[in-house]
């Protein structure tokens, strides 16, 4: 990402739990403001940068709107029919 310049049509991020960087402490970096206007950069105009988390996360949110994206907040289950846990989607729009 951080090489390309409107090279994306869209970036998909499904690493840790989402936006906290559980796993490993150098994912902290994808979801910081540096790194998604790093996203951003890299996107095509009208490019889509989509992230999963397996909860909600307002600060991400803002973080997002910050580095000049058009959110749109997906909410689904794990298990479409059968339920399960509820997961969150962030996909957010080059504008």
């Known amino acids: 990402m951080e090489s390309g310049r409107s090279a ?16 490993r402490k150098t994912n902290e970096k994808l ?14 105009p009208q ?4 992230a999963w988390s397996a ?9 997002l709107r910050k580095a ?3 959110v749109n907040e997906v909410h689904v289950r794990a298990r479409r029919a059968r339920g399960g ?3 969150i989607i962030w996909v957010a729009a080059r504008s």
Do not use: M
């Open 8 to 23: 994306y049509d869209a970036i998909l991020l499904d690493v840790d739990n989402g936006p906290h960087a559980l796993t």
């Open 31 to 44: 979801y910081s403001l540096s790194g998604l206007g790093a996203a951003y950069a890299a996107l095509h």
């Open 47 to 50: 490019g889509v940068l989509a």
């Open 55 to 63: 909860q909600p996360d307002e600060n991400f949110t803002r973080r």
């Open 68 to 70: 000049g994206f058009e």
């Open 85 to 87: 846990a509820r997961h």
